[in-house]
C-alpha cells in the first residue's frame, strides 16, 4: 500500500499541467519512490511521462547517458551525476523538466560517502540546478527525505517562472 502523495507533489504537477508542461524522473537511492509519489497524485497523467530507475551504476551510464568520465572523477554519489541524470531523463522522454535523486540511504557507506548524503538535480529548459542533502534516519527516513527535496527544488525552479507556486 501505497503512502498518501506529498503536497508538494500535487502541487507542482498542477503547475505543470496548467502551463502544459512536462516532467519525468530519473532515480537511484529512491528506486521509484519519486514517480510512485507523482502517479499517486489523481490526474498525473496529465504530465507525468516516466522514469527511470537506474539503481545500478553501470546504467546511469547506459541508459541516461551519464559520462563515465563524471563517474570516474566524481562518482555515482555527486552533484555532477545528479545533474547529468535529470538532463538524461529529460532528453529520454523529451519532458519539459526532470528531477533526479542519487546518494546513500545506508546503512553502509558507498564510492566511502556517508549515508544521508544526498544529491538531488531538476534539468529545466533554463538548465540544471543540484541541491546538495544532508539527511538524517533510517534507509526509508532518507529515500522519503530525498523525494522531498527533490520536490522542493523542481518547486524552486518552477517558482522562479511561475511567481505564486511556493
Known amino acids: 500500500m501505497s503512502s498518501p502523495p506529498l503536497p508538494a507533489a500535487a502541487r507542482v504537477l498542477d503547475v505543470l499541467a496548467e502551463r502544459g508542461e512536462t516532467l519525468a524522473t530519473a532515480e537511484s537511492l529512491t528506486g521509484g519512490m519519486l514517480a510512485a509519489l507523482l502517479t499517486d497524485v489523481p490526474g498525473a497523467s496529465r504530465c507525468f511521462r516516466g ?9 546511469k551510464e547506459s541508459v541516461l547517458g551519464v559520462p563515465a568520465a563524471v563517474v570516474a572523477e566524481h562518482g555515482v554519489v555527486s552533484g555532477p551525476c545528479a545533474a547529468a541524470m535529470a538532463e538524461g531523463a529529460r532528453r529520454l522522454t523529451g519532458s519539459t523538466y526532470a528531477v533526479a535523486t542519487t546518494g546513500v540511504a545506508g546503512p553502509d557507506l558507498q564510492e566511502g560517502k556517508p549515508a544521508g548524503l544526498v544529491f538531488v538535480a531538476v534539468s529545466a529548459p533554463s538548465g ?8 538524517t534516519g533510517d534507509r526509508e527516513e532518507v529515500r522519503r527525505g530525498a523525494c522531498a527535496g527533490g520536490l522542493d527544488a523542481l518547486a524552486e525552479v518552477l517558482t522562479r517562472e511561475v511567481p505564486g507556486l511556493g
Open 51 to 59: 522514469g527511470v530507475v537506474a539503481y545500478a551504476s553501470d546504467l
Open 128 to 135: 540544471t540546478m543540484v541541491r546538495e542533502l544532508r539527511l
